[in-house]
């Protein structure tokens, strides 16, 4: 019987073994798409304790504290930080099988150097020594990343967003690069009129153009795209449920902004429109500056009205959506093809179920202009975890080419979740370390060894404009 979490953890073959320790265990870490807040950073804070570092903001914890029957309270709560820690180590031991139960120890492990098994029972043992170490220098912000080897970070951030954290760290001389993405969801939010004019009003006060209709709209968000490419950023990143990619006429925009202008109610299919509208304008700036764009697809967000109208968004009442991805996505990608406006793209589902639509459809725009143009993204939230790596590593190897793939992100707003890269590498080795051994793949290291260092790092460092 194998010891938990031990050396070998998820490396099963000799060959597993070798191709990581060998190869990409030592590797750097990029982070091109995560949440981490760039003021913290910026500030170089260090957390008060163990739950403000670890149970703050992350939603995972969070659904499986509600689904263990624990009280909001304790989640997003008044409680105590200690007593929220006391319940989300009383739910550790049920998270077996669950990707949080590896996350967990492993944060454990390679932060703290703390072996034991997390419950209810040690849990203020654990809590104490946690935030000891957190009081001191070793466990800034900052100390952190350089202590997982963790070489840029792509933050995401909205276009009316000052940067001013970005340009702090930059001028602080910080060795690890901390760059902004360009995420525009909330200037196409046409579900909402009045949100959307509020938005806009804060567009007109941070661009300092006024916005009276879709052609000075769109004038705002560009000055706003050419500030972030000012300051560094070389990416963008939309979350969506789809592509969207109606047809419209440009008057038929113009009349559709004038109405959102005017707070007046459009349709279903004007909404459609205006967003498509927009995405397509992004795209296009994007190539323009030679950007990479991502879009993260497939998610059905804000289940829970009466927990959302409570707690707001990003507090854990998401799931995967079953929305049609094929046609759109392919419609939106061959406009910008048929004239040569197609940026790098990568592009995430979250539905499991189109794995083997993304694989393929990535194919249809590779022009070979570039090695892995149009990328198969991670596995991402729901699903980075070992079957949902494995089911999206193996469709991208039967229709693509895993050795240019571009690697794991962390998708997260924790400092503590850089463990995810050394899951997603133990992954990866024991993939390739089993095909190996059964007889598959050929046992050249030096091949072997060099396509893992390349997943692990080479391919995003050379993919991005870092």
């Not at 400092?415 to 990866?428: C, D, G, Q, T, V």
Request: proline fraction near 3%; include cysteine; glycine fraction near 4%.
């Amino acid at each position: 019987m194998k010891k938990f979490l031990d050396e070998n953890f998820l490396l099963q073959t000799k060959t597993a073994q070798q191709l990581y320790y060998d190869f990409a265990k030592e590797m750097p870490i990029i982070d091109y798409h995560c949440h981490l807040p760039p003021d913290q950073i910026a500030e170089d804070i260090q957390f008060e304790n163990l739950s403000r570092i670890w149970l703050y903001g992350d939603h995972y914890k969070w659904r499986a504290m509600r689904a263990n029957g624990i009280d909001e309270s304790y989640c997003t709560g008044n409680k105590s930080d200690s007593e929220k820690f006391q319940k989300w180590a009383e739910t550790v031991p049920y998270a077996l099988r669950n990707p949080l139960y590896h996350w967990t120890h492993l944060e454990l492990q390679r932060y703290f150097d703390i072996e034991d098994i997390l419950s209810g029972d040690n849990a203020m043992d654990i809590y104490e020594k946690c935030t000891h170490k957190l009081q001191t220098p070793q466990f800034s912000v900052r100390n952190l990343l350089k202590k997982m080897n963790v070489v840029t970070v792509c933050t995401t951030d909205d276009p009316i967003d000052s940067l001013e954290h970005h340009q702090k760290i930059k001028q602080d001389n910080f060795e690890i690069k901390v760059l902004p993405a360009f995420r525009p969801d909330k200037a196409m939010n046409a579900d909402e009129p009045e949100a959307l004019n509020n938005y806009i009003n804060k567009l007109e006060e941070v661009s300092g153009i006024s916005v009276d209709n879709y052609d000075d709209y769109l004038k705002a968000l560009k000055s706003r795209h050419d500030y972030f490419a000012e300051n560094g950023c070389s990416v963008s990143d939309h979350g969506l449920e789809k592509i969207f990619a109606e047809d419209y006429t440009d008057q038929e925009i113009r009349n559709i902004f004038n109405l959102l202008r005017n707070r007046k109610a459009i349709s279903d299919t004007e909404i459609l429109k205006f967003k498509s509208a927009l995405l397509f304008e992004f795209a296009l700036w994007d190539h323009e500056k030679g950007w990479v764009q991502q879009y993260h697809l497939g998610a059905l967000r804000g289940n829970n009205t009466r927990k959302l109208k409570e707690l707001g968004p990003d507090t854990g009442w998401d799931s995967i959506g079953d929305y049609s991805q094929a046609r759109s996505l392919s419609k939106f990608l061959n406009k910008l093809d048929q004239e040569d406006h197609l940026a790098k793209t990568i592009l995430y589902n979250l539905n499991p179920a189109d794995n083997e639509l993304i694989a393929s459809m990535i194919g249809n725009f590779n022009d070979g202009s570039v090695a892995g143009k149009i990328q198969f993204g991670s596995a991402w939230w729901f699903l980075d975890q070992k079957d949902g790596m494995v089911k999206q590593l193996d469709a991208l190897s039967n229709m693509g080419l895993l050795s240019r793939f571009v690697g794991m992100i962390t998708d997260s707003r924790s400092f503590l979740s850089y463990p995810r890269h050394e899951y997603f590498r133990r992954i990866l080795c024991n993939l390739i370390g089993n095909d190996v051994e059964n007889g598959e793949l050929p046992n050249d290291m030096k091949w072997l060894g060099q396509t893992v260092q390349d997943i692990s790092f080479n391919n995003a460092n050379k993919y991005f404009n870092f």
